[in-house]
């Protein structure tokens, strides 16, 4: 997947067996030994980038009642765009929800695989230049209006509350490094 893809994937979203390929997928990966880094990148090529198709299959898996199924299902979503979180309010919502019924344990995994999509080491630019700042700004409101949408205390709140905060933190950090090369 790092290098361009060379295949025409369409056809595959037409293909009667769709559906299927993506549940192949999810049932490699509910064995733990057979996350490879590598299999969220080709699930998001081969979902189109997380199609309603392809979310409609993960949330089987979410609704199965399954913890494996259920974190099967969030460890493909790891190399998801920042954006996912963001335009797939009750998709997430719902995953969150139900991770918190399995306990905080399987909650917690199930956030991490969330927050996987919003790697602060995306940056690029001129060094020095605070070309990121801005963005991060507008998307640490965005998250912490999102947050505020849910009721305080349920698992969607304290994921985005805790997110709007990371991203905070992080923003925080880099100007910090940015000022102390800078001296």
Same mark, same amino acid.
């Given at each position: +997947?790092?290098?361009?893809?060379?295949?025409?994937?369409? +056809?595959?979203?037409?293909?009667?067996?769709?559906?299927?390929? *993506?549940?192949?997928?999810?049932?490699?990966?509910?064995? +733990?030994?057979?996350?490879?880094?590598?299999?969220?990148?080709?699930?998001?090529?081969?979902?189109?980038?997380?199609?309603?198709?392809?979310?409609?299959?993960?949330?089987?898996?979410?609704?199965?009642?399954?913890?494996?199924?259920?974190?099967?299902?969030?460890?493909?979503?790891?190399?998801?765009?920042?954006?996912?979180?963001?335009?797939?309010?009750?998709?997430?919502?719902?995953?969150?929800?139900?991770?918190?019924?399995? #306990?905080?344990?399987?909650?917690?995994?199930?956030?991490?695989?969330?927050?996987?999509?919003?790697?602060?080491?995306?940056?690029?630019?001129?060094?020095?230049?605070?070309?990121?700042?801005? #963005?991060?700004?507008?998307?640490? *409101?965005?998250?912490?209006?999102?947050?505020?949408?849910? *009721?305080? #205390?349920?698992?969607?709140?304290?994921?985005?509350?805790?997110?709007?905060?990371?991203?905070?933190?992080?923003?925080?950090?880099?100007?910090?490094?940015?000022?102390?090369?800078?001296?």
């Amino acid at each position: +997947p790092y290098t361009e893809f060379s295949l025409k994937l369409d +056809p595959l979203a037409e293909s009667e067996e769709y559906k299927d390929i *993506i549940r192949d997928i999810l049932d490699y990966v509910i064995n +733990p030994l057979n996350r490879d880094f590598l299999i969220p990148e080709l699930f998001k090529l081969i979902s189109f980038n997380f199609s309603s198709t392809s979310l409609n299959v993960l949330d089987e898996w979410i609704n199965s009642q399954e913890t494996e199924r259920l974190q099967a299902a969030s460890y493909l979503l790891r190399n998801a765009p920042k954006s996912f979180v963001i335009n797939h309010l009750k998709f997430v919502s719902n995953l969150l929800e139900k991770a918190d019924e399995f #306990g905080d344990a399987c909650y917690e995994t199930i956030c991490y695989d969330l927050q996987e999509s919003f790697s602060m080491s995306e940056y690029s630019g001129i060094l020095g230049e605070n070309s990121y700042e801005n #963005g991060d700004i507008a998307l640490h *409101i965005k998250v912490a209006n999102i947050a505020e949408q849910f *009721i305080r #205390g349920t698992p969607s709140h304290k994921f985005y509350q805790s997110l709007s905060k990371n991203i905070k933190e992080s923003n925080e950090s880099l100007r910090k490094f940015l000022e102390e090369i800078d001296d």
